[in-house]
Protein backbone atom coordinates (compact mmCIF):
# COMPACT_ATOMS: atom_id res chain seq x y z
CA UNK A 1 0.00 0.00 0.00
CA UNK A 2 1.54 3.65 -1.09
CA UNK A 3 2.10 5.88 1.42
CA UNK A 4 -0.37 8.54 1.84
CA UNK A 5 2.14 11.37 2.57
CA UNK A 6 4.35 10.22 -0.64
CA UNK A 7 0.81 10.32 -3.01
CA UNK A 8 -0.53 13.58 -1.36
CA UNK A 9 3.13 15.28 -2.18
CA UNK A 10 2.92 14.31 -6.06
CA UNK A 11 -0.31 15.18 -6.33
CA UNK A 12 0.38 18.62 -4.60
CA UNK A 13 3.34 19.00 -7.20
CA UNK A 14 1.18 18.38 -10.64
CA UNK A 15 -1.56 21.02 -9.08
CA UNK A 16 -2.30 23.14 -12.01
CA UNK A 17 -1.01 26.94 -10.97
CA UNK A 18 -3.01 28.60 -13.50
CA UNK A 19 -1.27 32.02 -14.63
CA UNK A 20 -3.04 35.24 -16.52
CA UNK A 21 -1.20 37.48 -18.69
CA UNK A 22 -2.43 41.00 -19.66
CA UNK A 23 -0.45 42.95 -22.08
CA UNK A 24 -0.11 46.31 -22.76
CA UNK A 25 -1.76 48.48 -25.97
CA UNK A 26 -2.92 51.40 -24.00
CA UNK A 27 -7.01 51.98 -23.95
CA UNK A 28 -7.59 48.57 -25.85
CA UNK A 29 -6.79 47.43 -21.90
CA UNK A 30 -10.60 47.88 -21.64
CA UNK A 31 -10.98 44.79 -23.85
CA UNK A 32 -9.62 42.23 -21.24
CA UNK A 33 -11.95 43.28 -18.92
CA UNK A 34 -14.56 42.21 -21.08
CA UNK A 35 -12.65 38.89 -21.16
CA UNK A 36 -12.31 38.50 -17.55
CA UNK A 37 -16.19 39.53 -17.13
CA UNK A 38 -17.46 36.72 -19.38
CA UNK A 39 -14.88 34.31 -17.34
CA UNK A 40 -16.48 35.41 -13.69
CA UNK A 41 -19.95 34.78 -15.40
CA UNK A 42 -19.28 30.91 -15.46
CA UNK A 43 -17.69 30.58 -12.23
CA UNK A 44 -19.84 30.21 -9.21
CA UNK A 45 -21.09 32.77 -7.53
CA UNK A 46 -18.56 33.51 -4.08
CA UNK A 47 -15.49 32.14 -6.35
CA UNK A 48 -11.88 33.01 -5.39
CA UNK A 49 -9.69 34.21 -7.80
CA UNK A 50 -8.75 31.22 -10.38
CA UNK A 51 -5.63 32.88 -11.29
CA UNK A 52 -2.61 32.93 -8.57
CA UNK A 53 -0.24 34.17 -10.66
CA UNK A 54 -1.48 37.77 -12.32
CA UNK A 55 1.24 39.33 -14.65
CA UNK A 56 0.35 42.94 -16.29
CA UNK A 57 2.72 45.04 -18.59
CA UNK A 58 1.48 48.87 -19.67
CA UNK A 59 -1.97 49.08 -19.32
CA UNK A 60 -2.23 45.86 -18.74
CA UNK A 61 -0.20 46.40 -15.04
CA UNK A 62 -2.94 48.60 -13.83
CA UNK A 63 -6.08 45.70 -14.84
CA UNK A 64 -3.41 42.88 -13.17
CA UNK A 65 -3.00 44.91 -9.92
CA UNK A 66 -6.55 45.93 -9.43
CA UNK A 67 -8.25 42.12 -9.97
CA UNK A 68 -4.80 40.86 -7.71
CA UNK A 69 -5.88 43.31 -4.87
CA UNK A 70 -9.16 42.28 -5.34
CA UNK A 71 -8.57 38.48 -5.54
CA UNK A 72 -10.65 38.00 -2.21
CA UNK A 73 -13.75 38.62 -4.03
CA UNK A 74 -13.10 37.64 -7.58
CA UNK A 75 -16.91 38.79 -9.15
CA UNK A 76 -16.43 42.29 -7.22
CA UNK A 77 -12.99 42.93 -8.72
CA UNK A 78 -14.41 42.35 -11.91
CA UNK A 79 -17.35 44.45 -11.73
CA UNK A 80 -14.96 47.40 -10.16
CA UNK A 81 -12.82 47.07 -13.03
CA UNK A 82 -15.20 46.95 -15.23
CA UNK A 83 -16.65 50.51 -13.54
CA UNK A 84 -13.60 51.83 -14.02
CA UNK A 85 -13.24 51.85 -17.24
CA UNK A 86 -16.27 52.48 -18.56
CA UNK A 87 -16.14 56.05 -16.39
CA UNK A 88 -12.29 56.80 -17.55
CA UNK A 89 -12.04 59.62 -19.88
CA UNK A 90 -9.16 60.99 -21.21
CA UNK A 91 -8.83 64.14 -18.59
CA UNK A 92 -8.19 61.30 -15.78
CA UNK A 93 -4.81 60.41 -17.68
CA UNK A 94 -3.42 63.02 -18.92
CA UNK A 95 -4.22 67.28 -18.34
CA UNK A 96 -5.99 67.73 -22.02
CA UNK A 97 -6.40 71.32 -21.16
CA UNK A 98 -5.16 74.02 -23.57
CA UNK A 99 -2.92 75.73 -20.32
CA UNK A 100 -1.57 71.96 -19.33
CA UNK A 101 -1.08 71.10 -23.51
CA UNK A 102 1.15 74.13 -24.21
CA UNK A 103 2.72 74.52 -20.81
CA UNK A 104 3.46 70.63 -20.76
CA UNK A 105 4.96 71.17 -24.97
CA UNK A 106 7.57 74.21 -24.21
CA UNK A 107 9.04 72.30 -21.37
CA UNK A 108 9.57 69.25 -23.57
CA UNK A 109 10.47 71.20 -26.54
CA UNK A 110 13.02 73.79 -23.99
CA UNK A 111 14.86 70.26 -22.57
CA UNK A 112 14.87 68.35 -25.45
CA UNK A 113 15.77 71.15 -28.13
CA UNK A 114 17.66 73.86 -26.27
CA UNK A 115 18.88 71.96 -23.24
CA UNK A 116 16.80 73.86 -20.58
CA UNK A 117 15.76 72.33 -17.45
CA UNK A 118 18.20 69.05 -17.10
CA UNK A 119 15.73 67.79 -14.50
CA UNK A 120 12.81 68.44 -16.34
CA UNK A 121 11.29 65.09 -17.44
CA UNK A 122 11.31 64.44 -21.34
CA UNK A 123 7.78 63.70 -21.77
CA UNK A 124 4.89 65.85 -24.30
CA UNK A 125 2.48 65.35 -22.24
CA UNK A 126 1.31 65.38 -18.46
CA UNK A 127 -0.01 62.32 -16.49
CA UNK A 128 -0.19 63.48 -13.20
CA UNK A 129 -4.03 62.95 -13.36
CA UNK A 130 -3.91 59.44 -13.74
CA UNK A 131 -1.82 59.60 -10.73
CA UNK A 132 -4.48 60.94 -8.77
CA UNK A 133 -6.60 58.71 -10.07
CA UNK A 134 -5.16 55.29 -9.45
CA UNK A 135 -4.51 56.85 -5.75
CA UNK A 136 -8.53 56.99 -4.93
CA UNK A 137 -9.42 54.06 -7.10
CA UNK A 138 -6.45 51.15 -6.32
CA UNK A 139 -6.53 49.72 -1.87
CA UNK A 140 -3.32 47.85 -2.76
CA UNK A 141 -3.61 46.41 0.64
CA UNK A 142 -5.44 43.70 -0.83
CA UNK A 143 -2.94 42.38 -2.47
CA UNK A 144 -0.97 40.92 0.49
CA UNK A 145 -4.26 40.45 2.03
CA UNK A 146 -5.38 37.86 -0.86
CA UNK A 147 -1.34 36.10 -0.67
CA UNK A 148 -2.17 35.66 3.10
CA UNK A 149 -5.32 34.01 2.44
CA UNK A 150 -3.64 31.88 0.06
CA UNK A 151 -6.12 33.19 -3.45
CA UNK A 152 -3.05 34.81 -4.56
CA UNK A 153 0.09 33.44 -5.23
CA UNK A 154 2.27 36.73 -6.87
CA UNK A 155 1.16 39.63 -9.14
CA UNK A 156 3.86 41.49 -11.32
CA UNK A 157 4.63 44.16 -13.35
CA UNK A 158 7.45 44.78 -15.96
CA UNK A 159 8.56 48.06 -16.88
CA UNK A 160 11.97 48.95 -18.26
CA UNK A 161 14.76 50.40 -16.75
CA UNK A 162 16.89 53.33 -19.01
CA UNK A 163 19.79 53.06 -16.94
CA UNK A 164 20.38 49.44 -17.16
CA UNK A 165 18.53 48.73 -20.47
CA UNK A 166 16.80 45.40 -18.29
CA UNK A 167 12.78 44.62 -18.58
CA UNK A 168 12.19 44.63 -14.67
CA UNK A 169 9.53 42.68 -13.37
CA UNK A 170 8.58 44.37 -9.82
CA UNK A 171 6.79 41.02 -7.96
CA UNK A 172 4.81 40.55 -4.54
CA UNK A 173 4.09 37.28 -3.83
CA UNK A 174 4.77 34.41 -1.29
CA UNK A 175 8.28 34.46 -0.17
CA UNK A 176 9.43 30.99 -0.99
CA UNK A 177 9.43 32.83 -4.88
CA UNK A 178 12.80 33.15 -5.54
CA UNK A 179 14.15 36.27 -8.06
CA UNK A 180 15.76 35.23 -11.45
CA UNK A 181 18.36 37.04 -13.71
CA UNK A 182 18.52 36.59 -17.73
CA UNK A 183 19.93 38.45 -20.15
CA UNK A 184 18.11 41.78 -20.17
CA UNK A 185 15.58 40.92 -18.06
CA UNK A 186 15.28 39.97 -14.06
CA UNK A 187 12.68 39.47 -11.63
CA UNK A 188 12.78 41.58 -8.46
CA UNK A 189 10.58 41.32 -5.00
CA UNK A 190 9.11 44.36 -3.76
CA UNK A 191 5.83 45.73 -2.47
CA UNK A 192 4.04 47.25 -5.50
CA UNK A 193 2.87 50.86 -5.55
CA UNK A 194 1.27 52.52 -7.78
CA UNK A 195 4.75 54.27 -9.00
CA UNK A 196 5.49 51.12 -10.24
CA UNK A 197 2.03 51.14 -12.52
CA UNK A 198 2.83 54.50 -13.78
CA UNK A 199 6.10 53.23 -14.63
CA UNK A 200 4.64 50.31 -16.37
CA UNK A 201 2.61 52.03 -18.23
CA UNK A 202 4.72 55.59 -19.38
CA UNK A 203 5.24 55.67 -22.85
CA UNK A 204 8.37 57.21 -24.18
CA UNK A 205 8.64 60.48 -24.84
CA UNK A 206 5.23 60.61 -24.11
CA UNK A 207 4.52 60.22 -20.62
CA UNK A 208 7.58 61.19 -18.15
CA UNK A 209 10.01 58.19 -16.46
CA UNK A 210 9.02 56.88 -12.98
CA UNK A 211 11.74 56.76 -10.23
CA UNK A 212 12.19 53.24 -8.61
CA UNK A 213 15.12 52.17 -7.39
CA UNK A 214 17.20 54.59 -7.67
CA UNK A 215 16.53 54.35 -11.59
CA UNK A 216 14.14 55.91 -14.03
CA UNK A 217 11.74 53.74 -15.88
CA UNK A 218 9.26 53.42 -18.65
CA UNK A 219 6.99 51.32 -20.40
CA UNK A 220 7.37 47.54 -19.30
CA UNK A 221 6.64 46.32 -23.07
CA UNK A 222 9.85 48.22 -24.81
CA UNK A 223 12.19 45.76 -23.78
CA UNK A 224 9.92 42.48 -23.06
CA UNK A 225 11.46 39.84 -25.17
CA UNK A 226 9.31 37.53 -23.38
CA UNK A 227 6.46 38.72 -22.11
CA UNK A 228 5.29 34.88 -20.83
CA UNK A 229 8.36 34.09 -18.69
CA UNK A 230 7.05 36.36 -15.41
CA UNK A 231 4.64 33.97 -15.27
CA UNK A 232 6.49 30.97 -15.10
CA UNK A 233 8.98 32.43 -13.00
CA UNK A 234 6.12 32.92 -10.58
CA UNK A 235 5.37 29.59 -10.41
CA UNK A 236 2.70 29.45 -13.37
CA UNK A 237 2.58 26.07 -15.12
CA UNK A 238 -0.03 27.11 -17.50
CA UNK A 239 -1.05 30.42 -18.71
CA UNK A 240 -4.20 32.48 -20.12
CA UNK A 241 -3.31 35.04 -22.44
CA UNK A 242 -5.28 38.25 -23.17
CA UNK A 243 -3.99 40.12 -25.91
CA UNK A 244 -5.46 43.24 -27.64
CA UNK A 245 -3.97 43.11 -31.28
CA UNK A 246 -6.85 41.63 -33.09
CA UNK A 247 -4.92 39.49 -34.73
CA UNK A 248 -6.66 36.12 -36.62
CA UNK A 249 -4.25 33.06 -35.19
CA UNK A 250 -4.77 29.20 -36.62
CA UNK A 251 -5.52 31.06 -40.32
CA UNK A 252 -3.37 28.98 -42.66
CA UNK A 253 -4.14 28.68 -46.43
CA UNK A 254 -1.91 26.38 -48.27
CA UNK A 255 -0.39 29.01 -50.93
CA UNK A 256 -0.49 32.79 -49.89
CA UNK A 257 -2.64 35.01 -51.63
CA UNK A 258 -1.46 37.36 -54.59
CA UNK A 259 -0.87 40.95 -53.30
CA UNK A 260 -2.07 43.53 -55.12
CA UNK A 261 -0.32 46.52 -55.83
CA UNK A 262 -1.00 49.18 -53.06
CA UNK A 263 -0.42 53.02 -54.65
CA UNK A 264 -1.11 55.24 -51.53
CA UNK A 265 1.32 56.61 -48.87
CA UNK A 266 1.24 55.02 -45.73
CA UNK A 267 -0.72 57.23 -43.64
CA UNK A 268 0.86 58.94 -40.19
CA UNK A 269 -1.64 56.88 -38.17
CA UNK A 270 -0.92 53.36 -39.70
CA UNK A 271 2.83 54.27 -39.01
CA UNK A 272 2.51 55.62 -35.68
CA UNK A 273 0.30 52.59 -35.29
CA UNK A 274 2.88 49.75 -36.58
CA UNK A 275 5.27 51.10 -34.45
CA UNK A 276 3.19 50.82 -31.67
CA UNK A 277 2.69 47.41 -32.40
CA UNK A 278 5.92 46.26 -32.37
CA UNK A 279 6.15 47.56 -29.08
CA UNK A 280 3.14 46.01 -27.20
CA UNK A 281 2.07 43.62 -29.03
CA UNK A 282 4.56 41.26 -31.31
CA UNK A 283 6.89 40.55 -28.72
CA UNK A 284 3.73 38.60 -26.71
CA UNK A 285 3.06 36.73 -30.40
CA UNK A 286 6.22 35.67 -31.15
CA UNK A 287 6.59 34.38 -27.49
CA UNK A 288 3.24 32.55 -27.64
CA UNK A 289 4.51 30.69 -30.61
CA UNK A 290 7.90 29.76 -29.38
CA UNK A 291 5.81 28.84 -26.05
CA UNK A 292 3.48 26.34 -28.75
CA UNK A 293 6.57 24.53 -30.36
Do not use: C
Not at 30 to 44: E, F, H, M, N, T
Not at 68 to 83: K, M, N
Amino acid sequence: MPDTAVVTQAVTEVEPVTGLILSGGGARAAYQVGVLAGIADLLPPGSPNPFPVIVGTSAGAINAVKLASGALHFRIAIHQLTEFWQSFRSHQVLRSDWSGVIHQASRFFGRSLMGFGRNIPVALLNSSPLRELLNERLDLSGIEAAIDAHHLRAVAVTAFGYESGQAVTFYQGRGTIEPWLRHRRIGRPTQLTVDHLLASSAIPLLFAPVMLDQEYFGDGAVRQSAPISPALHLGANRVLVVGVSGNPRGLKTERPAPRAPIGIQPSLAQISGHMLNSTFIDNLESDIELLER
